[in-house]
């Protein structure tokens, strides 16, 4: 029978520890070196006087002085932004680095991972209040404001475009289905009186400005989070896990969809019927003198200017009638994340000129809307240029709807889908022949052998050739 004493410890696993007195006790840090060893006092009382005195002295100090010497605060999260005129040129003879193929590829917008609390208080605050107000649950409240903010981003063109010509701003602006404007009246109809709509009102509006200051930061599914915040996932499922935003970013740098984009941009330059683009990218030819010996760094330089202007004014206006998009298809999108991330990848003029169409779907109709509002915050699906095409006045616009012009893209667009579907019905085809064959050995060439070995049968499938395709043991 084992005593209590000499049962094994469990922290132990068995081992008796050795007593205490013959553990062996760390010894203290040693000073550093050429440093004298810091001497600690002990606080007896509280605080000591001077150090209060010296610290409502400091705190003065700092109020009373001028607004140019105070420290600034602490800044949102990402670099500063510094004035150009503090970057530090280059030296002429400094040696210059391998040229890139494209020197306007880099993205200008900064994908957020983790916000700051100055950027997301904003929004959930005013959303808070009316949960504890009115007693109304996160999940109410929340879906209610986001098919708000999506119906006023769905008609922010038509309010532009009613501004532009009327010079008023107007509830519904014209050509607003009453399906719409019944739904929004039946939103704020639910909170009660005139005095708690405009309470409410007034909420979701405020949260709505919030929301379009933060998306001048850098991309980030704002939405999102403030849904994840709100803990407005299923208790009982619980589902509802976006893709954390460092994932969503590293597969996009891993994909680089943007390459996708300068395929398509060849592809419709070397079109048989583009004469202009081919004769435009012959012209491209000009601007691939990259060497610093002969040109200089002020040659470079200049030659590094002309390439962003030829390619934006001359090689892609040449390229956009034959010009079709590739696709990012997202089957659980969520709140859009990955979208996000793919856009940030990618240089901002490829998301604002439509280069690329962003797509998804969900089984949750809530997500879906994030993922809508996600898509119009940072104008992906040419959302932009809707936006910027209702602000324009008569003249720009008759120059954009010219009929001839248009006559033409409509029947370079024909052509193309003429050609996209021959060439599916061409695959189609070749997929059926293929079927056909197959289906055609199996039921003739194929035959069956039995082998027996070490006691169990072995079953092959062989062809007319005597080739193996399946064994089966």
């Known amino acids: 029978m084992t005593t209590t004493s000499e049962k ?8 008796i520890p050795p007593p205490a007195e ?14 004298p060893p810091v001497r600690r006092r002990k606080r007896e009382g509280g605080v000591d006087a001077r150090e209060a005195e010296a610290a409502v002295k400091a705190y003065q100090r700092r109020v009373q002085a001028p607004a140019t010497l105070r420290p600034p605060s602490r800044p949102l999260p990402g670099p500063a932004p510094s004035p150009r005129a503090e970057i530090p040129s280059p030296a002429p003879d400094a040696p210059e680095g391998r040229p890139r193929n494209y020197p306007w590829h880099d993205g200008d917008r900064r994908f957020i991972d983790h916000p700051d609390k100055r950027l997301t208080d904003p929004i959930r605050k005013p959303l808070d209040q009316i949960g504890r107000q009115m007693g109304i649950r996160a999940y109410q409240f929340y879906a209610d404001w986001l098919e708000i903010v999506e119906m006023t981003l769905v008609q922010l063109p038509a309010h532009l475009a009613n501004v532009v010509k009327t010079k008023t701003m107007s509830p519904f602006p014209p050509g607003t289905p009453q399906e719409d404007i019944d739904r929004w ?13 405009a309470f409410v009102y007034q909420r979701f509006r405020e949260a709505f400005q919030a929301l379009l200051d933060a998306t001048d930061a850098g991309i980030c599914d704002f939405v999102g989070l403030i849904y994840q915040e709100l803990e407005m996932s299923d208790k009982a499922y619980r589902a509802q896990y976006w893709t954390p935003h460092s994932v969503a970013y590293m597969m996009a740098l891993m994909l680089q969809p943007g390459h996708a984009v300068y395929d398509r941009i060849y592809e419709a330059l070397t079109h048989p019927d583009n004469i202009a683009g081919q004769a435009m990218l012959f012209a491209s030819l000009l601007y ?26 001359k090689l892609l206006p040449a390229a956009m009638p034959y010009y079709e998009p590739p696709g990012i298809n997202e089957p659980c999108v969520g709140s859009g994340v990955l979208l996000l991330a793919a856009a940030a990848s990618m240089p901002r003029w490829m998301t604002e000129l439509g280069m690329m169409r962003f797509t998804g779907m969900d089984t949750d109709m809530l997500c879906v809307r994030m993922a809508r509002i996600n898509c119009m915050l940072y104008g992906l699906n040419s959302y932009g240029i809707q ?17 001839e012009r248009l006559a033409q893209l409509a029947a370079i667009r024909a052509q193309l889908t003429a050609e996209r579907e021959a060439k599916a019905e061409a695959h189609r085809q070749e997929e059926e022949a293929l079927h056909a064959s197959r ?3 199996t039921r003739e060439n194929l035959h069956v052998e039995v082998e027996e070995r070490r006691g169990r049968k072995l079953t092959r499938l062989k062809d007319g050739n005597g080739v193996t395709q399946v064994e089966l043991f």
Do not use: M, S, V
Not at 8 to 15: A, F, S
Not at 22 to 35: C, D, N, Y
Not at 301 to 307: D, P, S, T, Y
């Open 8 to 15: 094994p410890d469990r922290r132990t696993r068995g081992r």
């Open 185 to 197: 009246n039946q939103i704020f109809a639910r909170y009660g009186d005139k005095d708690e709509q």
């Open 387 to 403: 936006c910027w095409e209702a602000a324009q006045d008569e003249e720009t616009l008759a120059q954009l709807h010219d009929p």
């Open 288 to 313: 691939t003198r990259d060497d610093p010996e002969e040109a200089g760094a002020e040659g470079l330089a200049a030659l590094a200017g002309g390439r962003r202007d030829f390619f934006f004014n």
């Open 22 to 35: 013959e553990r062996a006790r760390p010894l203290p840090p040693a000073p550093l070196a050429g440093l």
């Open 439 to 441: 289906a055609e050995l």
